[in-house]
C-alpha cells in the first residue's frame, strides 16, 4: 500500500463539496453548517467560518453559482446571502477543493 501525500489527503473534489451543500439540513432537521473560502467575481477573497446554503433569486444550476448566508455559533443570520460561483470555491470545511 502506498503512503498517503498529506497534500492529497488535505484536498476534496468540487463534486464532493457540491453534493454537501445540496444536504441542507441534518437527519434531526438542524441547518447544515460549514466553513467556505472562495474568490468573487471581482477578485476579492472571502472566508466563512460558519454558514449555510441558501437560495437565489436565479436559477442557480444554469448559472454555476450558489448562495451562502454566513450565521453565528447559534445558527442565527449574520450578514447577508452572498453569490458564490462554483469555479471560485478555494477552500470547503478546511480541505482544499480540487477540480
Known sequence: MAPI???QAAKIRR???LKEYEAKE???GKQTTFSIKFVKL???LVFMPRAV???LPFNMKNNR???VLPVDERGDSAGHITPVHIDG???WNGF???M
Open 42 to 44: 471581482d477578485g476579492e
Open 53 to 55: 446554503a441558501a437560495g
Open 26 to 28: 441534518t437527519p434531526d
Open 5 to 7: 501525500n498529506p497534500q
Open 65 to 67: 453559482m450558489r448562495g
Open 15 to 17: 463534486n464532493l463539496v
Open 89 to 91: 470555491l478555494v477552500e
Open 96 to 98: 482544499k477543493v480540487a
